[in-house]
């Protein structure tokens, strides 16, 4: 990193260039990051292209000075180490020890940075959408994230990788997100903007929209060119006159007069839905981004192979308007995206089209019954005829304690931020943890903190094993940076931090260990060490927000999957969460069975991997009341 003008620091971002087809740069994140770039005018960042394999060729480079951005090369073997570990796109600063990995990630960072740097730029932080959190969640709990971030992307690339023969029906992806677009909007304020709705369908008011056109043309900057060609129309919806008074410099207000007392009167349930005017609802976000240059290049291909879209309407019309944004085509002319126009496209009305689509059941959300009749009593006693039973092992060094009062403050988990009681009670998990971590490292060993939060358990083993290289992998940014203060207080030298959701995470390690990893993310983290054949030590936490997702299935070991139903075995989930201190003595004990029963498992499915595995109760169980740990060895 070197310093800028403003004393900002400049960032280092690392992009995969596999090839090229015709205007798009394969793969497609690439593409789409350098889309975000243009649109953006940022040059913020010194940008890289690193070449998927040894016989990629560089001839790209002459055509990447057509982005107006400087672009380098760089084999992935001259990359930072930390960015070595992880999925492109990365962009790594404070001396490569701070890696930020993923789609989602990266282009969040690049939006912050911007504004961060030129204030002025409101239009560029709008696209993080209401409390800036679109695509915040990551792709393995929310479907949309997944569907933007993974699906979309990944299917498209397939598509340009096939021969045109292999090209029979739009993929499914894309027809979910043509589903999408056909939902009603849920936004902020959404119920005032549907009674102005329903007070406009009522008077039949449509002259305010060529009025909006004509103030939307007039606001935009001289060097847009031609602006907001949509047709009159569809600017008289107030869903269009919300979505566009955003995207001119000086906004137009929704009106703010009182609505008449029938208007106000009428239930919520009987007002008018919104419809889609992007991808996300009523305003232009990072998803539209992410999308456009993927539905393009979706688009290119159909025409090109003289496919008919059909089942397409809605998507078409998103695609056509995102163009009329301004920014978004001198971006495109930039990336060198020709967009297609509407002659281009075959385009039916609603009426026309068959309302089917043939979703695969793994990009379907599972939308289980999590409303259960009865307690565990039945699953537990259908468990116990068949010889399953919660098994404990006795912890092997119960009374082991680090000597907190000779550790330097920044490795106290407290350090003044919780109670006393709270303190010592994470002390306490502290405590078990590391005990196991210490007995199964050695020298040389990296250590991976998944879920890692704020660094509790990462900086500890950090200061305790100086001679063991320590990763701290999470999602949520502020956590992260308040890990780091830490680490750079304490001078730690052998710790990375890497923002990034697990899967993106490529790297060698020896051990995983993750403290109160919620749901599935504990099964994420156990799944990560197996494929790394690395030993892990997780305490797993929220055991009522496990449920089948496009990676796992459960009951998770076959043991299970003879005895018990996916409901069956939910109710067991349900139930491990009721270890409450307030709770009755014998509620306790019953949830603690089911955690045992949830936990063994899951310990049956390692050991299906090649695996040692034991169950065991942390030391005292009262500094937690999700006080299992579950450690396990490859043998």
């Known amino acids: 990193r070197r310093k800028m003008k403003g004393g900002f620091t400049e960032e280092h971002l690392y992009l995969a260039y596999s090839h090229q ?13 350098l889309f975000l770039l243009s649109y953006c005018d940022c040059k913020l960042f010194k940008v890289f292209l690193v070449p998927v394999s040894d016989s990629t060729d560089d001839q790209l480079f002459d055509k990447a000075q057509l982005y107006d951005l400087e672009v380098h090369f760089i084999s992935r073997c001259q990359l930072p180490l930390v960015v070595q570990s992880c999925c492109l796109p990365a962009i790594v600063e404070e001396n490569g020890k701070f890696c930020r990995a993923g789609l989602s990630v990266v282009l969040r960072h690049i939006i912050q940075e911007i504004q961060q740097v030129d204030p002025s730029k409101k239009l560029v932080l709008e696209l993080l959408g209401f409390k800036k959190t679109c695509l915040k969640a990551c792709a393995e709990v929310s479907q949309w994230t997944r569907l933007c971030e993974i699906s979309i992307p990944q299917a498209v690339e397939n598509l340009l990788n096939a021969s045109p023969h292999q090209y029979e029906d739009i993929p499914s992806e894309v027809l979910l997100f043509e589903k999408k677009l056909r939902e009603p909007v849920r936004v902020h304020n959404d119920d005032k903007i549907r009674r102005q709705k329903l007070q406009q369908q009522k008077a039949g008011d449509k002259t305010a929209a060529p009025a909006i056109a004509r103030r939307a043309t007039k606001n935009l900057s001289p060097e847009e060119g031609t602006v907001m060609d949509i047709q009159e129309q569809e600017l008289a919806s107030l869903e269009l006159r ?9 906004e137009i207000p929704v009106t703010t007069s009182r609505e008449p007392s029938h208007i106000r009167k009428t239930k919520t349930s009987d007002l008018p839905p919104l419809e889609h005017v992007f991808a996300e609802g009523l305003y232009f976000t ?3 981004v992410v999308l456009l240059p993927c539905i393009h290049q979706f688009l290119v291909f159909s025409k090109k192979n003289n496919k008919k879209l059909l089942d397409l309407p809605l998507v078409s019309r998103w695609y056509h308007r995102v163009q009329e944004v301004p920014g ?5 002319a930039k990336c060198n995206m020709q967009f297609l126009q509407f002659p281009d496209l075959l385009f ?17 959300e599972k939308c289980e019954d999590s409303q259960f009749i009865g307690g565990p009593r039945p699953t537990m006693t259908k468990l116990m005829e068949s010889g399953i039973e919660a098994k404990f092992s006795p912890h092997p060094c119960p009374r082991w304690t680090l000597d907190w009062n000779s550790l330097p403050a920044a490795v106290n988990p407290g350090k003044g931020k919780m109670s006393g009681d709270r303190g010592l009670r994470k002390q306490q998990q502290l405590n078990n943890l ?4 210490i007995k199964l490292s050695k020298p040389g060993d990296v250590i991976v903190d998944f879920c890692s939060g704020g660094g509790h358990v990462g ?3 950090a200061h305790m094993l100086p001679s063991c290289q320590v990763v701290l992998i999470e999602n949520k940014e502020l956590s992260l940076v308040r890990a780091k203060d830490r680490s750079d207080e304490l001078g730690l030298h052998n710790i990375w931090f890497i923002q990034a959701n697990l899967d993106y995470f490529k790297g060698t390690f020896n051990i995983g260990v993750a403290l109160h990893a919620c749901g599935v993310a504990t099964d994420m983290v156990i799944e990560h060490c197996i494929k790394a054949h690395a030993a ?28 018990l139903s996916y409901k069956e075995h939910m109710i067991l989930c349900r139930f491990a969460d009721q270890t409450a201190v307030r709770l009755p003595p014998e509620r306790r004990l019953i949830g603690k069975h089911c955690m045992g029963l949830v936990d063994l498992d899951r310990a049956w499915a390692a050991e299906g991997c090649n695996y040692s595995v034991q169950v065991m109760s942390m030391e005292p169980e009262s500094c937690s009341p999700k006080n299992n740990m579950v450690v396990g060895v490859p043998i």
């Open 21 to 33: 087809f015709e205007d798009c740069i394969i793969p497609l994140h690439t593409s789409i990051s």
């Open 242 to 250: 919300v979505a566009f008074s955003k995207l001119v410099v000086q």
């Open 286 to 288: 990072l998803a539209d």
């Open 328 to 332: 978004v085509k001198n971006a495109a």
């Open 348 to 364: 039916f009305p609603d009426e026309q089209l068959r309302d089917v689509y043939t979703i695969p059941d793994d990009l379907r």
């Open 434 to 437: 590391v005990s196991m971590v």
């Open 459 to 461: 900086i500890v083993l």
């Open 536 to 563: 892990f030590v997780v305490c797993p936490c929220c055991y009522g927000f496990i449920q089948n997702t496009v990676k796992f299935m459960f009951p998770r070991s076959h043991q299970f999957k003879e005895v």
